[in-house]
Structure formats: structure tokens, C-alpha cells
T-cell receptor, first 112, second 115 residues
Framework: GESVGLHLPTLSVQEGDNSIINCAYS??????FIWYKQESGKGPQFIID?????DKRQGQRVTVLLNKTVKHLSLQIAATQPGDSAVYFC???????????FGKGTMLLVSP | GAVVSQHPSRVICKSGTSVKIECRSL??????MFWYRQFPKQSLMLMAT?????????EQGVEKDKFLINHASLTLSTLTVTSAHPEDSSFYIC???????????FGSGTRLTVV
């Protein structure tokens, strides 16, 4: 079945560093992925998404890379700030786009 | 746009009582809403999918008689935790998919504590 997972449960970085959060998926037919940020006690917030016809997509300070060959995607955050401290999830809709499956999440801790 | 409002944000109830959580789409019509449960330091687990005007679809292992879902209008879905027990204490989050859009919008979550 479909599954989405993460390699690193916790990532600690210094302010100003670049952060890379990884995610693996198992369904080679998956064609859409979303990254969410969840701050403590809040619901997930959309960060960036990417379709399978793309390898890379950039936003403001964030970049998502998709490697379909190894079924891996990553979220890169440039010049990480303390406000970036949160849990980051990758998510994948099912084939009918009716539900989302979330990965395990990575907690990003940014120290000043 | 595409804002989902969830209330209450926090609730404490006694064991054996029922609690209702509301999820409203403020500026769009949500044909389908989703309910997730999240335990500390864990991911979001889908509990059920609620469809306006029809019965909810529950994920395997989720008791439909315990977690009652009502989606009577295009802007409101409710989750009622019946006969709550301490093990039901969790963070409950609703979500809606914006019609015609691949986006999914989330509520701010409800922290339920059963004592």
C-alpha cells in the first residue's frame, strides 16, 4: 500500500544554517506531494508542493526536490530562523485525491 | 481564502461524558472534510472522511459509534467523542479539501483532555 516516511525524527541547526528535511515514499505512481509545517499546538500549514513532472520547485527560502528514481523528496530551508522551529511533514494524496497520508514528521530545532 | 475554523481549541472533560468539536469552512464550501487524531510526537492519523449529506467513512480501527461525525451542511462538520475516556485524550484536527483545487486546508486543532 501507499506509505510516506521520514528518515530523521529530529534535526537541530544553528540560526542561519541551511536545513534539509528528507522524506521517502513507496508508491511509484504518486504524482503529487505536499510539505506542511506544524507549530506546537496548531494545525499543519501548507509550505510548498510539487508534482511528479517536476524535479525541483522553489518558494521563499524553501526548495523541494523530488527524486522519482529513488522515491525521495526533500525540503530545503535556507538561512534557517528560530521561527522555523516546528515539525515538518511530507504528505501524499491517495490516487483519488480524497485523503492525505502524512509521513512521520521531523522536528526542526533552530538555536540562536 | 480557504480558511477552516475549528472550535474549541482546548477542552477538558470528565471520563464518561461526550464532547463535540466543530469544524467550519469560512469562505468556501467543503463537500468533504477530514478528521485526524494526533498523539504527542506522532504524525496525523486519519480517523474518518465526512461527506456532506451522507454517512462518514471511517478508517480501519476507528469506532464509528464512539466518534460520531455529522456533516449536515457544506460549511460545517462536527466530531463528537462519546463516553470519553482518558485514552481518548489527543489533539484532533479537521481538514477540508477546497473544491476544484488540490489544496487541503487544516483547522487549528482541538486539544482534548479527559480526566
Amino acid at each position: 500500500g501507499e506509505s510516506v516516511g521520514l528518515h530523521l525524527p529530529t534535526l537541530s541547526v544553528q540560526e542561519g544554517d541551511n536545513s534539509i528535511i528528507n522524506c521517502a515514499y513507496s508508491n511509484s505512481a504518486s504524482d503529487y506531494f505536499i510539505w506542511y509545517k506544524q507549530e506546537s499546538g496548531k494545525g499543519p500549514q501548507f509550505i510548498i508542493d510539487i508534482r511528479s513532472n517536476m524535479d525541483k520547485r522553489q518558494g521563499q527560502r524553501v526548495t523541494v526536490l523530488l527524486n522519482k528514481t529513488v522515491k525521495h523528496l526533500s525540503l530545503q530551508i535556507a538561512a534557517t530562523q528560530p521561527g522555523d522551529s516546528a515539525v515538518y511533514f511530507c504528505a501524499e494524496p491517495n490516487s483519488g485525491y480524497s485523503t492525505l497520508t502524512f509521513g512521520k514528521g521531523t522536528m526542526l530545532l533552530v538555536s540562536p | 481564502g480557504a480558511v477552516v475554523s475549528q472550535h474549541p481549541s482546548r477542552v477538558i472533560c470528565k471520563s464518561g461524558t461526550s464532547v463535540k468539536i466543530e469544524c467550519r469552512s469560512l469562505d468556501f464550501q467543503a463537500t468533504t472534510m477530514f478528521w485526524y487524531r494526533q498523539f504527542p510526537k506522532q504524525s496525523l492519523m486519519l480517523m474518518a472522511t465526512s461527506n456532506e449529506g451522507s454517512k462518514a467513512t471511517y478508517e480501519q480501527g476507528v469506532e464509528k459509534d464512539k466518534f460520531l461525525i455529522n456533516h449536515a451542511s457544506l460549511t460545517l462538520s462536527t466530531l463528537t467523542v462519546t463516553s470519553a475516556h482518558p485514552e481518548d485524550s489527543s489533539f484532533y484536527i479537521c481538514s477540508a479539501r477546497v473544491h476544484g483545487n488540490y489544496g487541503y486546508t487544516f483547522g487549528s486543532g482541538t486539544r482534548l483532555t479527559v480526566v
